[in-house]
């Protein structure tokens, strides 16, 4: 039965992708725009390190490539986040317009009907940047694993966006008790910003973070290094765990803002 | 609640200014210098870099294009008062709040964390008047691309296409002469640079007094220049929402 | 199984007593503190199926917040409430899938897509089987006229239009029970009459139990068999709506300005020996007289007085809401201001 109904929810999330994205590319120039916006967005640190780079080839011990590969593998989450997760960025505006209601009425999982809410597909923008600067780097880095590079990768890029969603999610849902504090999600999204580079440059108490309750070093710093230097090809499966963990606890911050909008209405 | 919700711009800005502040630092760890700058003046450079990103913050910005978007401009026209007048007290409120607050920055990071290098510059009336016109450049243009909101539903995606070029071709992650050539070119040929190259080199004393005169012109120029452009759009969204009839 | 069963609902809202400023936010978040606002105060419903029933109130007299409750989005602070036998906070997902509900001033709709996309969601949402949804899209396109704007993206739609597709919506999965908050509030006349023949139509046709709230009274009139009048969050009048009309609409009231060279005393014995009614003096030349359908008609009450008097100005006012919910409390009506007595 629980097998049964999950299946028939991802049915039905598919559905609702599809629709969506028939939906927005029928506003051709709006969609042109949001891709340029979004190429020229995380472009803009791609070209910050190049620029850098051009000067000091290795830093810590990073040569530019790896730090490139780094670059794509922490943007192509991001993507993926917005083709399928974009909506949780409606969530504080649903909850300060008192609009909730409407996902709460139907007999479906809310969080995955707020993911669906909104979807856009300028995602592909980030997405592809994302894989063309992996794939530049794959031909200057040695990467240790060969063909198996491919499927570790597809892995970490899942949970990576899982993991913004998320994050995503938690911090938005700080909206059910800040009803003004709607750019707490903006906050945690610049610190996406941080996580495309090398955790070592920073100071421990900010690599920290990064393993929580911000855990990108799971999905983006942990297995480049595994992926370019070597090691037990397990920290691979430290993405889905970490993914599966900070899911769950956004859930259950969700759902504790629930029953606060539930008994106080609007 | 508003106050928060600034405290909370402010931390987006410092994340921001972060990542490039750790990497300069590993990439000048070796005591090297870039395009003539050595540590502590970069420090001084993104200090700078950082205070300018928060006057004039991505939150004013988005209201300004809000209040367009919401329609309220078809009430706000019918209060009698001139629509840039308008807009521009707000702005100049907003101003004033964040400058208050860049100042307490100012002298706390100063005085604690970062010992800035104090500016080497000929003529600090010229300092002064770049780092004026480069606050109402942000300004004016903050409010252009909230006019274009007559046009496009999706003014946020036009926000973020202006703010990576901004960011990239101001100066305000690197100096502009780590650029390729063709790029440095380009840079010069855009407004972005008068927002904040124009003032760091006059403040590290990069250009002389006739060569800074001469940024700081080309800073009027642009301000004129899109001042106009705005009056102009908007002296046509006006007429374009007339005809849809409010 | 009754369709609604509600016995002693209470709800309270928690106000948060915050001082202003950053200082009193993060004060209230180490010590909050709440002061209780009540919403309702112990509410009994009984709702057969098929029943049709208008709930009535002014603003604040806990109309949203009853309906809130029985579709399961809030939860309440104590009582007993069984819809389709379900708790609906408790066991709301599988509560929802049995109701339908149209929130007035929102939509349920998707804002981007297509009406007609909006519904192939809703269908895979409830697992409506084919068969039944193509019946239902048919049926609806037809009696709503939905035909015209079936691909046209949500946000273009009109308030009308938008009204129309979101109680399609509402009603694509053959729910038995539906909810509905001020379903015509902003409609133009013509949509409102749509809306009201199409709920009437359910109601009858197909056995629909209807939980309907409004403002207007036309609107219950229009599609309701019972009525139920809340106030100050409790139910005051729970009845058949064509006795509630009878005693509540009974008391009509004429104003009848007279010339200055009458004397209003003068009028009011003129209308006390034809028809028995006693008329109030409101000054020197206006008279109001206060009648029952049963009493007297408007037509024979101005009659009666034009012919012995001259009269400058009448005016005839049905009661309103307002005034009828205090009649049941048997409270002697206000003066009325004389701004509305003057208009003409």
Same mark, same amino acid.
């Given at each position: $039965?629980?097998?049964?109904?999950?299946?028939?929810?991802?049915?039905h999330f598919a559905l609702l992708l599809r629709l969506q994205y028939r939906a927005k590319s029928a506003y051709r120039a709006d969609l042109a725009l949001e891709i340029v916006s979004a190429l020229l967005r995380q472009g803009t640190w791609l070209a910050f390190m190049l620029v850098l780079l051009r000067r000091t080839p290795v830093v810590d011990g990073w040569d530019t490539w790896k730090m490139v590969f780094l670059y794509g593998l922490a943007t192509a989450p991001l993507g993926l986040n917005v083709l399928l997760f974009d909506g949780v960025w409606k969530l504080t505006e649903l909850i300060r317009k008192g609009e909730l209601d409407s996902l709460l009425l139907r007999p479906v999982d809310p969080v995955l009907h707020l993911y669906t809410r909104s979807v856009s597909l300028h995602g592909i923008g980030d997405l592809a940047i994302g894989i063309?600067? $992996?794939?530049?780097?794959?031909?200057?880095?040695?990467?240790?694993?060969?063909?198996w590079t491919l499927p570790l990768l597809v892995v970490c890029v899942v949970s990576g966006s899982v993991v913004y969603a998320s994050v995503n999610l938690a911090s938005a849902a700080l909206g059910f008790w800040f009803r003004e504090l709607h750019n707490v999600p903006f906050l945690v999204q610049q610190f996406t910003d941080l996580a495309r580079f090398p955790l070592a440059l920073y100071p421990p108490v900010l690599t920290a973070i990064f393993f929580f309750p911000l855990p990108f070093a799971f999905v983006t710093y942990l297995p480049t290094v595994l992926l370019t230097e070597g090691g037990s090809v397990w920290v691979v499966l430290t993405a889905p765990a970490a993914a599966a963990v900070i899911h769950m606890l956004a859930r259950l911050g969700f759902r504790l803002g629930l029953r606060r909008y539930e008994s106080a209405g609007n | 609640m508003y106050r928060g919700r600034y405290v909370v711009g402010v931390l987006i800005s410092l994340v921001q200014i972060t990542v490039l502040y750790y990497i300069w630092r590993a990439i000048m760890s070796g005591g090297q210098r870039h395009a003539g700058y050595d540590w502590p003046q970069m420090q001084t450079y993104l200090l700078l870099s950082f205070l300018l990103t928060l006057v004039l913050s991505f939150g004013t910005e988005e209201r300004v294009s809000a209040s367009i978007r919401d329609g309220s401009?078809?009430?706000?026209?019918?209060?009698?008062?001139?629509?840039?007048?308008?807009?521009v007290t707000e702005l100049i409120a907003a101003l004033f709040v964040e400058l208050l607050s860049v100042g307490l920055c100012l002298a706390l990071f100063v005085s604690t964390v970062l010992p800035a290098v104090p500016p080497e510059t000929g003529s600090r009336f010229l300092l002064v008047l770049s780092f004026l016109l480069a606050v109402a450049l942000k300004a004016t243009i903050a409010i252009t691309t909230g006019v274009l909101c007559f046009w496009t539903t999706n003014v946020l995606g036009l926000i973020a296409c202006r703010q990576a070029l901004a960011l990239m071709l101001s100066g305000a992650m690197f100096p502009l002469q780590m650029l390729p050539d063709w790029l440095h070119t380009v840079a010069y040929a855009l407004p972005f640079q008068s927002f904040f190259n124009t003032p760091t080199m006059?403040?590290?004393?990069?250009?002389?007094t006739a060569d800074a005169a001469g940024l700081v012109a080309l800073q009027g120029a642009w301000l004129i220049a899109l001042a106009g452009m705005t009056a102009l759009l908007l002296n046509r969204g006006f007429r374009r929402l007339d005809s849809y009839g409010g | 199984m009754r369709t609604i069963e509600v016995r002693g609902l209470r709800k309270e809202y928690r106000i948060p007593e915050k001082e202003p400023g950053l200082a009193g936010t993060v004060k209230h978040f180490i010590r909050p503190r709440y002061r209780a606002k009540p919403a309702l105060a112990g509410i009994d419903l009984d709702i057969e199926p098929g029943e049709s029933v208008g709930y009535l109130g002014s603003n604040g007299a806990g109309k949203s917040t009853t309906i809130k409750i029985l579709t399961g989005l809030l939860s309440p602070t104590d009582g007993y409430v069984r819809v389709n036998g379900f708790d609906p906070h408790r066991e709301r997902k599988r509560h929802v899938r049995e109701i339908g509900a149209v929130f007035g001033h929102r939509t349920g709709l998707w804002w981007d897509l297509p009406v007609i996309d909006s519904f192939k969601t809703l269908s895979s949402m409830y697992r409506i089987p084919d068969a039944t949804y193509r019946a239902n899209l048919k049926l609806f396109t037809e009696l709503l006229e939905l035909e015209e704007f079936l691909s046209v993206p949500v946000r273009q739609l009109s308030l009308g239009q938008r009204m129309r597709a979101d109680l399609a919506a509402a009603l694509l999965h053959d729910p038995k029970l539906i909810f509905l908050d001020e379903p015509t509030g902003g409609l133009d006349v013509n949509s409102k009459v749509a809306v009201r023949q199409f709920i009437r139509h359910l109601n009858q046709q197909q056995g629909t139990t209807i939980f309907l709230t409004s403002h207007d009274m036309a609107d219950i009139e229009g599609m309701c068999n019972r009525l139920i009048i809340l106030d100050r969050g409790s139910a005051v009048l729970d009845e058949d709506i064509d006795k509630a009309k009878h005693r509540l609409a009974a008391d009509?009231?004429?104003?009848?300005t007279v010339s200055d060279t009458e004397d209003v005393a003068e009028v009011a014995r003129t209308v006390h020996n034809a028809s028995g009614l006693t008329c109030t003096m409101l000054d020197r030349q206006r008279l109001s007289c206060e009648f029952g359908r049963t009493e007297a008609t408007a037509a024979h009450l101005v009659g009666v007085i034009m012919r012995a008097h001259e009269i400058v100005d009448f005016e005839l006012r049905e009661p309103t809401l307002e005034q009828m919910v205090r009649r049941l409390f048997q409270q002697p009506p206000?003066?009325?201001?004389?701004?509305?007595?003057?208009?003409r």
């Open positions: $039965m629980a097998a049964e109904q999950r299946a028939h929810a991802l049915t063309l600067a $992996m794939s530049l780097a794959a031909q200057h880095v040695p990467l240790r694993f060969g063909l | 401009v078809s009430l706000e026209l019918l209060k009698p008062v001139h629509y840039m007048t308008l807009r006059i403040y590290f004393g990069r250009v002389g | 009509r009231r004429l104003v009848v206000p003066s009325p201001p004389p701004a509305e007595v003057r208009s």
